[in-house]
Protein backbone atom coordinates (compact mmCIF):
# COMPACT_ATOMS: atom_id res chain seq x y z
CA UNK A 1 0.00 0.00 0.00
CA UNK A 2 1.58 3.10 -1.06
CA UNK A 3 1.40 5.90 1.83
CA UNK A 4 -0.56 8.88 1.29
CA UNK A 5 2.15 11.68 1.11
CA UNK A 6 3.00 9.40 -1.79
CA UNK A 7 -0.28 8.78 -3.48
CA UNK A 8 -0.50 13.11 -3.20
CA UNK A 9 2.62 13.04 -4.91
CA UNK A 10 1.94 10.87 -7.38
CA UNK A 11 -1.22 12.61 -7.89
CA UNK A 12 0.74 16.15 -8.08
CA UNK A 13 2.78 15.03 -10.34
CA UNK A 14 -0.13 13.64 -12.63
CA UNK A 15 -2.07 16.81 -12.94
CA UNK A 16 1.07 18.96 -13.82
CA UNK A 17 2.05 16.71 -16.59
CA UNK A 18 -2.00 17.52 -17.74
CA UNK A 19 -1.59 21.34 -17.31
CA UNK A 20 -4.16 21.53 -14.28
CA UNK A 21 -1.79 22.38 -11.56
CA UNK A 22 1.49 24.53 -10.66
CA UNK A 23 3.59 25.27 -8.50
CA UNK A 24 3.84 28.23 -6.45
CA UNK A 25 5.92 31.23 -6.22
CA UNK A 26 6.75 30.48 -3.00
CA UNK A 27 7.07 27.17 -3.24
CA UNK A 28 9.79 27.47 -5.86
CA UNK A 29 11.68 30.74 -3.76
CA UNK A 30 12.27 27.91 -1.35
CA UNK A 31 13.37 25.25 -3.69
CA UNK A 32 15.54 27.87 -4.90
CA UNK A 33 17.13 29.02 -1.55
CA UNK A 34 17.70 25.31 -0.67
CA UNK A 35 19.76 25.02 -3.77
CA UNK A 36 21.66 27.89 -2.83
CA UNK A 37 22.38 27.37 0.82
CA UNK A 38 23.60 23.75 -0.94
CA UNK A 39 25.67 25.15 -3.11
CA UNK A 40 27.99 26.49 0.10
CA UNK A 41 27.42 24.14 2.03
CA UNK A 42 29.37 21.53 -0.67
CA UNK A 43 31.82 24.22 -1.65
CA UNK A 44 32.59 26.42 1.10
CA UNK A 45 32.71 23.75 3.96
CA UNK A 46 36.17 22.62 3.76
CA UNK A 47 38.19 19.60 3.36
CA UNK A 48 36.84 16.31 3.75
CA UNK A 49 39.77 14.22 4.73
CA UNK A 50 39.38 14.31 8.30
CA UNK A 51 37.35 11.37 9.83
CA UNK A 52 34.82 11.93 12.34
CA UNK A 53 31.59 10.15 13.18
CA UNK A 54 28.41 11.66 11.44
CA UNK A 55 24.80 10.67 11.15
CA UNK A 56 25.09 9.13 8.55
CA UNK A 57 28.10 6.53 9.49
CA UNK A 58 26.90 5.65 12.79
CA UNK A 59 24.96 2.68 11.95
CA UNK A 60 28.14 1.38 10.11
CA UNK A 61 30.15 -1.59 11.85
CA UNK A 62 32.51 -0.77 14.28
CA UNK A 63 35.18 -2.46 12.87
CA UNK A 64 34.37 -0.26 9.65
CA UNK A 65 34.56 3.07 11.73
CA UNK A 66 37.70 1.91 12.84
CA UNK A 67 39.78 1.39 10.01
CA UNK A 68 37.78 4.59 8.67
CA UNK A 69 39.49 6.66 11.12
CA UNK A 70 42.81 4.75 11.61
CA UNK A 71 43.73 3.82 8.31
CA UNK A 72 43.40 7.10 7.07
CA UNK A 73 47.19 7.26 5.51
CA UNK A 74 46.43 4.18 3.09
CA UNK A 75 42.99 5.89 1.99
CA UNK A 76 41.92 6.66 -1.27
CA UNK A 77 41.01 10.22 -1.74
CA UNK A 78 37.48 11.27 -3.50
CA UNK A 79 38.12 11.73 -6.69
CA UNK A 80 36.77 15.09 -8.33
CA UNK A 81 33.01 13.50 -8.92
CA UNK A 82 32.27 12.91 -5.63
CA UNK A 83 31.53 16.39 -4.89
CA UNK A 84 29.05 16.34 -8.17
CA UNK A 85 27.55 13.10 -6.44
CA UNK A 86 26.81 15.19 -3.13
CA UNK A 87 25.61 18.70 -5.05
CA UNK A 88 23.33 16.61 -7.38
CA UNK A 89 22.09 14.73 -4.43
CA UNK A 90 21.53 18.14 -2.38
CA UNK A 91 19.64 19.63 -5.58
CA UNK A 92 17.40 16.26 -5.48
CA UNK A 93 16.54 16.98 -2.11
CA UNK A 94 15.86 20.57 -2.69
CA UNK A 95 13.61 19.74 -5.45
CA UNK A 96 11.93 16.67 -4.19
CA UNK A 97 11.04 18.73 -0.54
CA UNK A 98 9.14 21.18 -3.05
CA UNK A 99 7.52 18.87 -5.09
CA UNK A 100 6.32 17.60 -1.40
CA UNK A 101 5.53 21.41 -0.36
CA UNK A 102 3.53 22.18 -3.53
CA UNK A 103 1.37 18.38 -3.38
CA UNK A 104 0.22 19.57 -0.11
CA UNK A 105 2.14 16.91 1.81
CA UNK A 106 2.88 18.42 5.58
CA UNK A 107 6.48 17.60 6.62
CA UNK A 108 9.00 18.89 9.33
CA UNK A 109 12.02 20.37 7.26
CA UNK A 110 15.47 19.47 7.86
CA UNK A 111 17.53 20.19 10.82
CA UNK A 112 20.87 19.96 12.55
CA UNK A 113 20.76 17.31 15.91
CA UNK A 114 23.65 16.60 18.17
CA UNK A 115 23.87 12.89 19.94
CA UNK A 116 25.86 13.38 22.88
CA UNK A 117 27.24 9.87 23.98
CA UNK A 118 28.00 8.72 27.39
CA UNK A 119 31.69 9.58 27.43
CA UNK A 120 30.44 13.26 26.42
CA UNK A 121 31.79 13.33 22.83
CA UNK A 122 29.50 14.68 20.72
CA UNK A 123 28.05 13.31 17.04
CA UNK A 124 26.19 16.66 15.12
CA UNK A 125 24.66 15.84 11.96
CA UNK A 126 21.62 16.44 10.00
CA UNK A 127 18.11 14.92 9.04
CA UNK A 128 16.35 15.44 5.66
CA UNK A 129 13.18 15.32 7.33
CA UNK A 130 10.12 14.14 9.44
CA UNK A 131 7.10 13.15 8.61
CA UNK A 132 5.08 10.79 10.69
CA UNK A 133 6.84 11.84 13.61
CA UNK A 134 9.65 9.49 11.83
CA UNK A 135 12.92 10.97 10.15
CA UNK A 136 12.68 10.07 6.85
CA UNK A 137 15.94 10.14 4.36
CA UNK A 138 16.33 11.63 0.62
CA UNK A 139 18.43 10.16 -1.88
CA UNK A 140 19.21 10.29 -5.46
CA UNK A 141 19.37 6.82 -7.20
CA UNK A 142 20.77 4.81 -10.27
CA UNK A 143 18.34 2.59 -11.96
CA UNK A 144 20.65 -0.06 -11.19
CA UNK A 145 20.61 1.35 -7.19
CA UNK A 146 16.74 1.37 -7.35
CA UNK A 147 16.57 -2.65 -8.77
CA UNK A 148 19.03 -3.70 -6.10
CA UNK A 149 16.99 -1.94 -3.59
CA UNK A 150 13.61 -3.65 -4.69
CA UNK A 151 15.68 -7.38 -4.69
CA UNK A 152 16.61 -6.30 -1.13
CA UNK A 153 13.48 -5.72 0.33
CA UNK A 154 10.88 -8.23 1.33
CA UNK A 155 8.13 -9.41 -1.15
CA UNK A 156 5.74 -7.48 1.64
CA UNK A 157 7.72 -4.41 1.36
CA UNK A 158 8.39 -3.91 -2.13
CA UNK A 159 7.27 -1.03 -3.61
CA UNK A 160 5.57 0.30 -7.02
CA UNK A 161 7.74 -0.27 -10.09
CA UNK A 162 7.34 3.77 -10.12
CA UNK A 163 10.66 5.36 -9.68
CA UNK A 164 9.72 7.46 -7.01
CA UNK A 165 10.37 5.11 -4.26
CA UNK A 166 9.53 4.87 -0.45
CA UNK A 167 10.91 1.78 1.20
CA UNK A 168 11.28 1.77 4.96
CA UNK A 169 14.62 1.71 6.70
CA UNK A 170 15.75 1.52 9.85
CA UNK A 171 18.01 4.61 10.64
CA UNK A 172 19.30 3.49 13.91
CA UNK A 173 18.34 2.06 17.28
CA UNK A 174 17.94 5.26 19.00
CA UNK A 175 15.56 6.99 16.42
CA UNK A 176 11.96 6.22 15.17
CA UNK A 177 12.25 3.97 11.78
CA UNK A 178 11.19 6.59 8.69
CA UNK A 179 11.22 6.00 5.48
CA UNK A 180 13.76 6.17 2.46
CA UNK A 181 12.69 8.17 -0.62
CA UNK A 182 14.51 7.24 -3.66
CA UNK A 183 14.49 9.24 -6.80
CA UNK A 184 15.48 8.18 -9.89
CA UNK A 185 15.25 7.79 -13.25
CA UNK A 186 13.18 5.36 -15.11
CA UNK A 187 12.37 5.28 -19.12
CA UNK A 188 9.27 5.94 -20.34
CA UNK A 189 7.67 2.54 -20.91
CA UNK A 190 5.84 2.07 -24.40
Not at 43 to 54: Q, Y
Amino acid sequence: MNHPAELKVFDFLQKALAGETTMTEEVADKVASDVKAALFKQFDSGPRDEFRLRMSNIGRPKCQLWFDKNDSVDKTPFPPHFLMNMLIGDITEAVFKGVLRAAGVEFQDSDYVTLELSNGKKIKGEYDMILDEKVDDIKSASPLVLQQQVRGLQHTQRPRQLRLRSTTRRLCSWCRQGCRWLVGRQQRQR
